[in-house]
């Protein structure tokens, strides 16, 4: 998606940190609540279904400090835009899940704490998933998660072993199985998250990146030569008939969902969060990386993040540190994982045989090297909507790849202009 980009580290080992122990503690230092703290109520707004993951966890914090967490299940892609009203009412959290796309909007507004972790603690995480949770040098969460998308295929209609390694040769499959109401491959080509995927490898961007990490939101590569290319691709899919007219558009997940889960696709482009509803559909399934381009690359894909944050109106705001400390330690994710299958963000359980003998996991792990992280700054809030319009104009054939994608650009620039003059 941009020239240059923090990836999600792999096979790097850290310093052994005790199990039960908050990242950085050993067994000689005692775990102490911070003063006053004793007898404390935290609220922990915690991400829908995904509670089972910390129960022992919030256990064993409650009984080290003393106090009581109330855990509350909740969209946590609705936390920031909730505690904008919450906070000030008193009713929100101390601390709460949150995607990392939403750090940048959080700090502008005021919403988040800038946490005290020294570079012992900081080491512990991925790279890309630490550096998500950085603005200007501070630290304002601790990840928990990383999640990107990845490639399921049917065994029912798939031979694994000539299983296809590359997008053209899906699309050949595609093209030979597509009909009566049975369909190849399928992705959700029409919305740029998606379409990152394909954009991305062809060279396209959304906003340059320099080494440490800046954006520059002057510069889009999302109507550079690479991403025309990448366009164009698409383009065949749909115009061609092997990608039905029902996946574009506010129903396309749900269509492209019922196609693979009734059996009806052979493969599909989603994240982790369908391998428990697909199993449930009674679909044999496995799960690769993205396959490569025709020239070569690998598919790209961005890179999500789930970090717990601590709210600026929290009253106990050390306490909330400590818990945030507390659940993202390395004993605690794994137990999670166990739990939830939410794939860690610790460097040392990459090699964890709990986590080996998983192939999605390891999907994840090895398409997160080829993937960016998705940008967390507010300006992003300003790229969705045009891009996505940009790439439904393509999918419909209503526009040429290159009229539409320099649309979208225009329009960024503009509301950029218009919203984040300021910034």
């Known amino acids: 998606m941009k020239s240059k980009f923090y990836l999600i580290s792999s096979g790097v080992l850290i310093s052994a940190i005790l199990l039960g122990c908050g ?6 230092e005692e775990s102490a609540a911070p003063e006053n703290s004793e007898g404390a109520t935290l ?3 915690e991400d829908i279904d995904k509670s089972v993951g910390t129960e022992a966890a919030i256990t064993a914090f409650e009984e080290e400090h003393d106090v009581t967490v109330e855990v509350i299940e909740r969209p946590y892609g609705d936390n920031v835009e909730d505690l904008r009203l919450d906070g000030p009412g008193g009713t929100g959290p101390d601390v709460f899940a949150m995607p990392h796309d939403s750090i940048g909007t959080a700090v ?3 919403l988040i704490k800038p946490l005290d972790v020294n570079q012992e603690v900081q080491d512990m995480y991925t790279e890309s998933a630490m550096l998500s949770q950085m603005v200007d040098g501070e630290v304002y969460g601790l990840p928990y998660a990383v ?4 490639l399921y295929y049917n065994r029912d209609l798939v031979d694994e072993e000539n299983l296809p390694t590359t997008l053209d040769e899906w699309y050949e499959f595609s093209e030979n199985i597509t009909g009566d109401g049975t369909y190849g491959f399928l992705a959700l080509w029409d919305q740029i998250y998606y379409a990152q995927s394909i954009i991305g490898g062809y060279g396209g961007y959304i906003f340059a990146q320099d080494d440490e990490g800046n954006y520059d939101v002057e510069d889009i590569g999302l109507n550079n030569e690479g991403a025309i290319e990448a366009a164009e691709y698409i383009q065949k899919f749909y115009s061609e008939g092997l990608f039905p007219s029902g996946i574009v558009g506010e129903q396309g997940i749900n269509v492209l969902d019922s196609l693979f889960s009734e059996g009806k696709a052979a493969a599909v482009i989603s ?3 369908n391998l428990g509803p697909y199993e449930q559909a009674g679909i044999d399934y496995g799960v690769v990386p993205l396959p490569k381009l025709s020239n070569g690359e690998p598919m790209s894909s961005f890179v999500g993040v789930k970090s717990y944050n601590v709210s600026s109106y929290s009253e106990h705001p050390e306490l909330a540190q400590e818990l945030v400390l507390w659940l993202t330690n390395e004993e605690n994710q794994l137990t999670r994982y166990e739990n939830t299958q939410e794939v860690p963000a610790i460097k040392a359980l990459e090699d964890n045989s709990v986590i080996t003998e998983s192939d999605s996991t ?4 090895e398409q997160s090297g080829n993937s960016v992280l998705m940008p967390g700054i507010p300006e992003m809030s300003e790229v969705w909507t045009p891009a996505d319009s940009a790439l439904q104009t393509i999918a419909t054939d209503s526009a040429e790849p290159k009229e539409a994608l320099d649309g979208a650009v225009e329009a960024i620039h503009n509301q950029i202009e218009a919203n984040h003059s300021g910034n």
Not at 23 to 28: A, K, L, N, T
Not at 147 to 150: A, F, N, P, V
Not at 362 to 365: D, E, G, L, V, W
């Open 23 to 28: 990242p950085g503690e050993s067994d000689s």
């Open 147 to 150: 999640e990107t998308t990845l």
């Open 362 to 365: 390891q999907a994840i792990f």
């Open 108 to 110: 502008t507004e005021g």
């Open 271 to 273: 994240g982790p969060w």
């Open 43 to 45: 609220v922990l707004w």
